[in-house]
């Protein structure tokens, strides 16, 4: 992990640490018993869970008659939260694949938890794909697998096929990826294991890790080349989401515009998320020396800039909408902005264009709590994004006599805090099991006492930059 | 010479030739048991042998597997002896008679192992014609009803027929004044049981009342007139929905369909009937007319005297001296009734014999009388007397009546003093119901003796003088029922059997003495010979008449005015329980599962009335409580209720719909008057109640490319006046937006079915989405799922009011006018060739057919719906929940017996999977496999889908567009630069589906016609 750092650079991890402080901040959440307020957040998020699987169970058994969606509104909060998940799940492979190529070293104290959170995203999106099927039974169906129907495959044309292959394809090479920048970490683990049984797990899970030179140079290898797989990646995934609606035939959904307009949201959405999680992540486990200042300044910025792409995209459909001269997508755009479901547009364009700008002050972008007030904004205006461009699109298309209101069920809803039960335990789950911060990568951006350089520490500590 | 051939044995056991051995020498080992022994022993455990190792095992596993499946079947009984014409998978068809409450049709009944599924028209009748209203498309499923008396009961309790008749024939000896209540009979042959039985005992009397009365207009008349509107070039109504409700609309539609079919080909007709409407509701018949124009129902006799003072002033006659009403097109009329004198008709829908004198004599002013309207051939739809039946309950009240028959008459309920009669019934020592339920007359009687249904019966109808038809059974009794017919000959002491009664009655009486088979006649279900057609009117007291239009209605009033109507779907509510009716939305409300309060849109701004909300109505100390429906067209000041709602004791589909508007029918010159000019009081209580509404967007939006229209000078002029042709600019200019495509398309080499469906002459009367149910297995959804917008009909009628406001104006768009222009657009399975479902499945669910089929294939489905949201015509239905054998949706497919309904060839479609229309595609295979087994091409006509097939106005043309010798060919190449348009056709999903511009005989007016002027200037 040899580097070289700017010496004008600020330095990413403050408070003085050394090698060792780092393993033993982030160690002591793995090893410790679970504190006082973990336990009440898992157990919280343990009961939401539960009572999402009710509604979701119940859904099951019925069928999808539960919700609230009708014969014009075929789709309307599962595949809403569908796209947000999936939206949400981009920062990860952002983060630890594009940031990686791009040499951002001050990822890596975020970009453990930012994958974790990628893959749990992706397990709640996937969960609305079965959800939503009137026969979840018959889901793997949509995989081109041998079967008794003579040669009877899937629909290659169905976006809905290339989302299957792009969301599975994601979640696998992100576990991978995943999976391999945590085999050193886990190794440490083991190696300062008390118990017989984190021996073992730890032991198995870190596959024999050495921590030798040629270990350490393959790690990299294959780092970079799951992060050149992963780049690409991060445009498809949410590509082939957008399609799913960019090739239909309904207005507000038909629009060429739509692949960088999602991409851009999904970064913009991602991002919020990992901006959320983390800030509650680094106060509740103590870590504000490795998420620091200039972390949360660096995603505000990126927040601001992908939601000015997204507001750029927002006024250019309308732009379109009435340069087309086409009257169906013109009533479209015009019925979501002053419709009856104006409010869910207005609170989207509240959310997403108008409050990232904010971010353009420095004290505003520097300030935590609004920070973190404006990450689950800018969030929640991503789902009334999404909400919009797929209930308001459908409720009023062609013809007029179709025309209908979608108004949610408690089992809509249900269904929805059931992906907030599951991601939330998973993750509350993995903050505990799992060293939530990258150490092995965290120490390679350390200015360690053997750098030589030249200028007097400047931490707040005062202490010099320490050795092991 | 000595056999020197080597020798080997075996051992020495054969050398020795030993005992033991030569017993087993042909086998292999010896004394091992052989294979042929053990048999058996493989099941029963005693032993097992090496070699039947896998056996066992194949059938462990088989065993296993068989225990692993569900037994799909269960209780079939294969036929001892088979029924001669019963061939598993092969229908039957019986030629029958539909008849309900007035309502008349000959049908065809469809069977299929032995049980009836489905009535189609039955074109041989020159009076039904094959038309076929949704109420009697529906009939079948009533066959079915579970909640239908199941035998003869006394008091209530299970009682053998044997016992009840013998009660009821000492009941009936005693003596005293019998009723016989029916409503109107059309079958000779009964009426001649009842004779016998009045002969039996001469104190019997027939008291005829009509829910739906008409006894005015037969007053007037002095007998029901035959109308002909397909002679008519002008054609003016008075509040009468012949189109909808008003004695025979399917009929009438039929001919109505006539005056208005126009043709784009060069010699085609382009002359069209003009159609005047003047009514208070927003009827089915006012929505198709071309000028429309409302009145209060306290105006109704004045309005008929003006227009009589208008046309006689025209013609010379000397006019009435009554107040003079203002009526918009009321001149307009008047002067085109009179300039196609000999090809007119005014038809009222009054049930006041002053207002039907009125009427006749314009008529007779206009010529109708030899023309549209015949009273040589008299109708018997209605033969009601309000007058008698007031009486009946008269004497029931005073005690004077003995012993009372319901013949299948629900007085009670359907009559405006009924709960008088309720009151009244315990005072009558012998009460005989033989309605098919316990209903809310059949409930207060001793004895209910249940009269079989229609399709279980044997039975005549002669709708019109020398016009008959025969009913026959088309499945035994399900129930322990009997026939009326039969009842009344067992009491009167004489054989019951009643088909043999029929038959020597028809051979001696009616079938002219041998010339026709009785056997060819049951065959073709009609025998006709018609009656001479009379020129003559009616003599009509016209002073009389102005007197008591003088007395009766006033030129204005500002009071709050109700109109009782009927709706389409459920008529007097006789058939209540059928969920198909109720789920079946009214033409123009598009409102099913109640009825409501309708008020037009400034009514409920006066009133503060809002739509979806309750209010109580109350007239003369009754009141009911109903949510309130905006009716755009209404006439101001006035509240309508429809009838048939309310019922109390008829089944689970019907009891507690809507409220019972009966009550409030007054009497007005001595008949019973379908409004109530009362004090009429109206509140809202505050609840929200939705409606169930099966579309809640009213207007078209101003999208040309949906419904295309133009008025007739205007098409005479261009054929192609109505059409809406965007165009796109692309770099090689201007460019039909029909042909860029980025499809090949698709070679139809064999058959390319389509359809084309004339808006001109859809009705929107709603046969066909009955029909379609019918058919197709569709399910029944409920109020709730409907309010859901989760309806599953296959086929619906789209009807749009037109609104006043401005194209750019979409807020004002979405406003109907205050007397809107509607139109009616069947909307269906387009059956695109470009299908935007099929390429977005991503597992191949719904393809396309090498017949331009766009095809379903549910057991594939895995309910993405994503076909559905890409579907621009929204015309494909999810099964949210299984909607079969579940106890939400309890609408007689949740029983074994309700479910003899389905159709056979039609899968029932299992929860979470998507389903549409399929082009009837079972009768297409059906059809082409006929042809095939005799070794020629299906010809034109003999496939037929239902919803075309049930078209009362033939609006639906389906068929082969390959065969340039189908109809479908010819209209298309007639209409191709004419009237022929696609749906949204811009988006080039090229539809299957065709739709005919509609085209109104009017002249523009208002806004449209300046802006066009300025336009043209």
């Not at chain 1, 630890?96 to 994958?115: G, H, P, Y």
């Not at chain 2, 003796?449 to 279980?456: A, G, Q, V, Y």
């Not at chain 2, 949204?984 to 299957?992: M, R, S």
Request: net charge neutral; proline share 4%.
């Amino acid at each position: 992990m040899s580097h070289v750092v700017s010496p004008i650079r600020e330095t990413l991890v403050g408070g003085g640490r050394s090698y060792h402080d780092v393993t033993q901040d982030i160690c002591k959440q793995v090893e410790g018993e679970p504190t006082k307020e973990w336990k009440i957040a898992f157990s919280v998020s343990c009961v939401i869970f539960a009572y999402g699987a009710y509604c979701l169970g119940y859904t099951w058994w019925q069928g999808i008659g539960v919700w609230g969606l009708n014969k014009t509104v075929g789709w309307a909060w599962d595949i809403t939260n569908f796209v947000w998940w999936v939206g949400i799940g981009h920062a990860g492979t952002l983060i630890s694949a594009v940031l990686l190529l791009f040499r951002q070293k001050w990822r890596t104290s975020i970009n453990r938890a930012a994958e974790a959170m990628t893959i749990f995203a992706v397990l709640c999106a996937a969960s609305f794909i079965l959800a939503h099927m009137g026969r979840p039974w018959l889901a793997h169906w949509a995989l081109p697998l041998p079967n008794t129907f003579g040669s009877l495959w899937v629909n290659f044309n169905s976006p809905l096929v290339w989302d299957v292959f792009a969301i599975s394809t994601y979640l696998s090479v992100s576990l991978v990826f995943w999976y391999l920048g945590l085999i050193p970490d886990l190794a440490t683990i083991r190696d300062r294991a008390q118990t017989k049984a984190s021996k073992f797990w730890y032991g198995l899970f870190s596959v024999g890790w050495t921590g030798s030179a040629k270990t350490w140079a393959r790690y990299e290898y294959v780092s970079l080349i799951l992060a050149g797989i992963s780049t690409p990646l991060v445009l498809s995934v949410h590509t082939i989401v957008s399609m799913d609606f960019a090739t239909s035939v309904i207005p507000g959904w038909h629009t060429t515009i739509f692949p960088p307009y999602f991409v851009a949201g999904a970064i913009f959405s991602g991002f919020a998320m990992v901006q959320t999680l983390l800030l509650v992540t680094r106060v509740v486990f103590k870590l504000e020396d490795y998420i620091t200042m200039e972390h949360i300044e660096m995603m505000n910025i990126i927040i601001t800039v992908t939601g000015s792409v997204v507001g750029i995209a927002y006024l250019t459909e309308f732009f379109i909408a009435w340069y087309s001269g086409v009257e169906y997508e013109s009533y479209c755009f015009i019925n979501r902005a002053f419709g009856p479901y104006w409010w869910a547009y207005w609170m989207m364009m509240t959310c997403n264009v108008i409050s990232p700008q904010l971010f353009w002050f420095k004290s505003i972008r520097t300030n935590i709590l609004i920070s973190f007030i404006l990450s689950v904004v800018v969030n929640v205006g991503m789902w009334f994004e999404r909400f919009v461009i797929i209930v308001s699109s459908l409720h009023r298309d062609y013809i007029p006599s179709s025309w209908a209101m979608f108004s949610p069920t408690m089992y809509d809803i249900g269904d929805y805090i059931f992906s907030f039960g599951l991601f939330f335990t998973l993750f509350f789950l993995f903050a505990k099991f799992l060293p939530v911060i990258n150490m092995a990568e965290v120490k390679s951006v350390m200015k360690g006492v053997s750098s030589n350089y030249p200028f007097k520490k400047k931490s707040e500590g005062g202490k010099e930059s320490v050795t092991h | 010479m000595e056999n020197t051939t080597k020798r080997y044995w075996r051992g020495i056991e054969e050398l020795t030739n030993d005992a033991e051995f030569v017993k087993y020498a042909d086998r292999e080992f010896g004394d091992a048991p052989s294979a042929d022994e053990k048999e058996g022993a493989i099941f029963d455990g005693t032993g097992s042998h090496r070699r039947d190792f896998l056996k066992v095992l194949g059938f462990g596993m088989s065993a296993v597997a068989l225990a692993a499946c569900e037994a799909p079947v269960k209780n079939t009984i294969p036929y001892l002896n088979k029924p001669e014409d019963v061939e598993p998978t092969i229908a039957n068809w019986y030629a029958s008679t539909f008849v309900d409450g007035g309502e008349y049709a000959s049908i065809l009944v469809k069977t299929r192992e032995g049980r009836p599924i489905k009535i189609e028209g039955n074109k041989a009748s020159s009076v039904s014609k094959g038309a076929l209203s949704a109420r009697a498309q529906a009939s079948v499923l009533s066959l079915y009803d579970n909640e239908k008396l199941k035998g003869p009961q006394i008091a209530g309790k299970a009682a053998d027929w044997a016992s009840i008749d013998k009660e009821i024939i000492s009941g009936l000896a005693k003596g005293g004044q019998i009723r016989i209540v029916t409503n109107s009979i059309l079958s000779p042959t009964t009426k001649k049981v009842i004779g016998d039985f009045i002969a039996k005992y001469p104190t019997t009397k027939v008291v005829t009342y009509d829910a739906n009365s008409l006894s005015g207009l037969v007053a007037a008349n002095g007998v029901l007139p035959s109308f002909d509107f397909s002679k008519a070039k002008t054609i003016v109504s008075l509040g009468a929905d012949f189109l909808g409700t008003w004695i025979s609309p399917s009929e009438f539609a039929a001919q109505w369909a006539k005056t208005r079919r126009v043709s784009s080909a060069k010699d085609g007709n382009k002359e069209m009937s003009r159609h005047y409407q003047f009514e208070t509701i927003m009827s089915n018949t006012g929505a198709n007319a071309d000028y429309r124009a409302t009145y209060k129902p306290s105006q109704e006799g004045l309005v008929a005297t003006a227009l009589y003072n208008a046309v006689a002033a025209k013609v010379g006659a000397p006019t009435l001296s009554t107040s003079a009403v203002k009526v918009e097109y009321l001149e307009k009329a008047a002067a085109d009734l009179v300039a196609s004198k000999g090809a007119s008709i005014v038809v009222s829908g009054s049930n006041d014999a002053s207002v039907q004198a009125v009427v006749a004599a314009i008529n007779g002013l206009v010529g109708a009388y030899g023309t549209t309207i015949d009273l040589g051939t008299p109708a018997n739809y209605r033969q009601g007397s309000d007058a008698e039946m007031n009486q009946f309950i008269n004497e029931a009240k005073s005690g004077a009546i003995a012993a009372v028959i319901f013949y299948n008459a629900n007085p009670v309920y359907n009559h405006p003093r009924g709960a008088e009669l309720a009151e009244a019934l315990p005072k009558i020592a012998l009460t005989i119901a033989t309605n098919d339920r316990a209903d809310e007359t059949a409930s207060l009687v001793k004895y209910n003796t249940p009269d079989s249904h229609f399709l279980e019966s044997w039975n005549d109808a002669e709708p019109k003088k020398g016009f008959f038809s025969l009913t026959q059974p088309t499945i035994s009794t399900i129930f322990k029922t009997r026939q009326i017919q039969s009842s009344l000959l067992t009491w009167a002491g004489l054989n019951a059997d009643y088909a043999a009664y029929l038959e020597s009655n028809w051979t001696s009486n009616i079938l002219k003495a041998g010339k026709v088979q009785w056997s060819q006649v049951l065959h073709d279900g009609v025998y006709e010979f018609g009656s001479t057609a009379s020129a003559a009117a009616p003599a009509v007291n016209l002073a009389d008449a102005t007197a008591a239009i003088s007395k009766n209605y006033k030129a204005a009033s500002d009071k709050l005015e109700l109109a009782v109507y009927e709706k389409v779907s459920m008529g007097t509510g006789s058939q209540a329980n059928n969920p198909w009716l109720q789920e079946l939305p009214e033409p123009v409300s598009k409102a099913c599962w109640t009825n409501y309060l309708a008020v037009s849109q400034k009514t409920a701004a006066e009133l503060k009335l809002e739509q979806d909300k309750e209010a109580e109505l109350t007239i003369g100390g009754k009141s009911i409580k109903l949510p309130v429906l905006v009716q755009p067209g209404q006439a101001n000041g006035t509240i309508a209720v429809a009838i048939g709602y309310g019922r109390t004791k008829a089944g689970k589909s019907a009891d507690g719909v809507g409220a019972n508007a009966y009550p409030f029918i007054s009497t007005v010159n001595g008949t019973l008057a379908f409004f109530n000019t009362g004090d009429v009081a109206i509140k809202a209580t505050g609840e929200e109640v939705k409606i169930a509404q099966t579309q809640t967007h009213n207007t078209v939006m101003a999208r040309e490319a949906v419904v295309q229209e133009t008025v007739l000078s205007e098409y005479k002029k261009n054929v192609e006046a109505g059409r809406f042709k965007p165009e796109i600019l692309t770099a090689e200019g201007k460019k039909t937006a029909t042909d860029i495509s980025l499809w090949n398309g698709h070679k139809y080499n064999n058959h390319a079915w389509g359809m084309v469906i004339d808006l001109n002459t859809c009705t929107g009367c709603s046969a066909c989405v009955v029909s379609c149910s019918a058919e197709n297995n569709v399910p029944v959804v409920g109020r709730q799922e409907v309010i859901n917008r989760r309806e599953m009909h296959w086929m619906r009628i789209d009807r749009y009011y037109s609104s006043d406001a401005d194209v750019e104006d979409l807020k004002g768009l979405e406003v109907a006018s205050e007397n809107p222009e509607v139109v009616f657009q069947p909307m269906l399975c387009q059956h695109c060739n470009n299908a935007p479902c099929e390429t977005v499945c991503p597992v191949l669910a719904t393809t396309h057919s090498t017949e331009g089929l766009n095809q379903m294939t549910y057991n594939r489905c895995i309910g993405t719906r994503y076909c559905a949201n890409n579907c621009p015509y929204k015309v494909r239905r999810f099964n949210w929940f299984r909607y079969f054998q579940t106890d939400d949706f309890d609408f007689h497919l949740n029983n074994d017996l309700g479910r003899m309904v389905l159709n056979p060839d039609v899968t029932v479609r299992s929860r979470g999977v998507m389903e549409k229309c399929s082009m009837c595609v079972q009768r297409i295979q059906a059809g082409k496999l006929e042809a095939k087994k005799e070794k020629r091409r299906p010809k034109d006509g003999e496939i037929q889908v239902a919803c075309a097939q049930s078209c009362p106005t033939n609006a639906i043309t389906f068929g082969d567009m390959n065969d340039p010798e189908s109809e479908i060919s010819q209209v298309l190449a007639a209409e191709k630069t004419g009237r022929s348009f696609g749906v949204i056709e811009e988006i080039n999903v090229k539809p299957n589906i065709s739709y005919l511009v509609k085209v109104r005989n009017k002249e523009r007016e208002g806004k449209k016609a300046e802006g066009e002027a300025k336009e043209h200037a």
